[in-house]
Nanobody, 123 residues
């Protein structure tokens, strides 16, 4: 499956952005999906995940209550709504499709990755 992330940009602290990740190439609906981010000089880290049905969501503690993940299987798209953004949220954000095995928090359990979209939060 091919993934295309979009929606990044420059926003002031306290602002909002919505990231989108469009899938193509294979049936989207069986995949659990995740968002990760990588700040300069840091390792890529888990942000959020949603199971195949959309009925369960998972968040990193650092974004809980501020970010929301959702999916629209009719559009083969997963979204990440980011509110109350902070400068420490600045990173390249990546979407990924989960293998179906193992923890949603484990980066090694994701088989397919998008190219990333840059989010910059100014103070």
């Amino acid at each position: 499956v091919q993934l295309q992330a979009s929606g990044g940009g420059l926003v002031q602290a306290g602002g909002s952005l919505r990231l989108s990740c469009a899938a193509s190439g294979r049936t989207f609906s069986p995949y659990a999906m995740g968002w990760f981010r990588q700040a300069p000089g840091k390792e890529r880290e888990f942000v959020a995940a949603i199971n195949w049905s959309g009925g369960s969501t998972y968040y990193a503690d650092s974004v809980k209550g501020r970010f929301s993940i959702s999916r629209d299987d009719a559009k083969s798209t997963v979204y990440l709504q980011m509110n109350s953004l902070k400068p420490e949220d600045t990173a390249v954000y990546y979407c990924a499709a989960h293998s179906g095995l193992g923890s949603y928090y484990d980066i090694s359990r994701y088989d397919y990755w998008g190219q990333g979209t840059l989010v910059t939060v100014s103070s």
